[in-house]
């Protein structure tokens, strides 16, 4: 069992930056790949991006590319997101997930693909 919790969202302006922590406790961290998502009311949870267990290889959503770096850091047990140039479209929910299984695949870009999950953190960006 992994238990994963948000920090760090917020109301920011259009064009502003924010960063998300996400800390986790329970199985050995490095062990799994970990994920950003998130989700807008009414929508379906999306992909945001992706590091490996031991950070070296990222993936982003096309939408994200260019404006946010994750990154982590296994000997504190934390995935972090760091969100430059935000847009309007950005605002939702953002959940940080964990997966054991490998670093590919298409199973990576999806929900389904993930073991463990936060409660998510809001991050609202205003026009």
């Known amino acids: 069992q992994v238990q994963l919790v948000e920090a760090g969202g917020g109301l920011v302006q259009a064009g502003g930056s924010l960063g998300l922590s996400c800390a986790a406790s329970g199985r050995t961290f490095g062990n799994y790949v970990m994920g950003w998502f998130r989700q807008d009311p009414g929508k379906e949870r999306e992909f945001v991006a992706a590091i490996s267990r031991g950070g070296t290889n990222v993936y982003y959503a096309d939408s994200v590319k260019g404006r946010f770096t994750i990154s982590r850091d296994n000997a504190m047990n934390t995935l972090y997101l760091q969100m430059n140039s935000l847009k309007p479209e950005d605002t939702a929910v953002y959940y940080c997930?964990?997966?054991?299984?490998?670093?590919?695949?298409?199973?990576?870009?999806?929900?389904?693909?993930?073991?463990?999950w936060g409660q998510g953190t809001q991050v609202t960006v205003s026009s």
């Open positions: 997930a964990a997966r054991g299984g490998p670093f590919s695949g298409g199973s990576m870009t999806s929900r389904r693909g993930y073991d463990y």
